[in-house]
């Protein structure tokens, strides 16, 4: 399951990265909620909550329906 939530990671990535941020996977619990730790602009960023919902969360979310649910940790 990592490798899977990885590779979707990946997809959202470079959006991420040309405002000068990234996200890196942190843990993926039983009850099926990714952890992920928001990192460079992003880890300050104040619409950092809607780029984790709107964005990650969305795009994760439909290509892994078995994920419950996104958050930042």
Do not use: W
Not at 3 to 8: G, R, S, T
Not at 17 to 28: K, S
Request: proline share 4%; charged share 30%; with cysteine.
């Amino acid at each position: 399951m990592r490798e899977k939530v990885e590779a979707v990671l990946e997809k959202v990535r470079p959006m991420l990265q040309a405002d000068g941020g990234d996200v890196e996977l942190v843990d993926i619990t039983d009850s099926g909620v990714v952890q992920v730790r928001l990192t460079g602009a992003c880890k300050g960023c104040p619409m950092s909550q809607m780029t984790l919902k709107n964005g990650i969360e969305r795009i994760v979310l439909k290509e892994l329906p078995e994920i419950k649910a996104v958050e930042a940790v």
